[in-house]
T-cell receptor, first 110, second 112 residues
């Protein structure tokens, strides 16, 4: 069964900390995505990548960066966490149309 | 940019009832997808539609790709408690490096 694994289900971090959210897929997919999900706002695309070492900004990239050094791993980085980055973060991968999502990381910034 | 409209934000139904959700857009999409997100999990693909007018079923779920390519609907028949969750529509304009556009989702509650 294909899998997208997010390293943590729950994280609590302090304001100003550097935060790494990790995502690994075992499907050899080229495309990987990071979304955040907030009540009433749906899924908002932060960054995506179509290949190793390639990244593109999504709709809300401010305050975030990403890294894709290997095909199977896509990391989301919060350079200096702020309370308005408290959210559910979802990683997805795809080869064509059907995205496979991870279970999400619920991040709380205090 | 492209937007998909789903409303209302929440729906409440009685177990056993049928429910219909639709998704509209001002833009044309050539693929429509419906996802369900269980509480505490990531979204999972339910149904994919690739052709205008296409009607596809998956168990108690039926989805249709609108003729105009600007809308889609999802029907759930004989609802059960495990149908609870958030239902997202998503559209795609196929092409190099294309990506999905998601609706904001409808939260479905089923009363036993």
């Amino acid at each position: 069964d294909v899998k997208v694994t997010q390293s943590s289900r729950y994280l609590v971090k302090r304001t100003g900390e550097k935060v790494f959210l990790e995502c690994v897929q075992d499907m050899d997919h080229e495309n990987m995505f990071w979304y955040r999900q907030d009540p009433g706002l749906g899924l908002r695309l932060i960054y995506f990548s179509y290949d190793v070492k390639m990244k593109e900004k999504g709709d809300i990239p401010e305050g975030y960066s990403v890294s894709r050094e290997k095909k199977e791993r896509f990391s989301l980085i919060l350079e200096s966490a702020s309370t308005n980055q408290t959210s559910m973060y979802l990683c997805a991968s795809s080869i064509n149309y059907g995205y496979t999502f991870g279970s999400g990381t619920r991040l709380t910034v205090v | 940019g492209q937007q998909l409209n789903q409303s209302p934000q929440s729906m409440f139904i009685q177990e056993g009832e049928d429910v219909s959700m639709n998704c509209t857009s001002s833009s044309i999409f050539n693929t429509w997808l419906w996802y369900k997100q269980d509480p505490g999990e990531g979204p999972v693909l339910l149904i994919a539609l690739y052709k205008a007018g296409e009607l596809t079923s998956n168990g108690r779920l039926t989805a249709q790709f609108g003729i105009t390519r600007k809308d889609s609907f999802l029907n759930i028949s004989a609802s059960i408690p495990s149908d609870v969750g958030i239902y997202f529509c998503a559209g795609l304009v196929t092409g190099a490096n294309s990506k999905l556009t998601f609706g904001k989702g409808i939260t479905l509650s089923v009363r036993p």
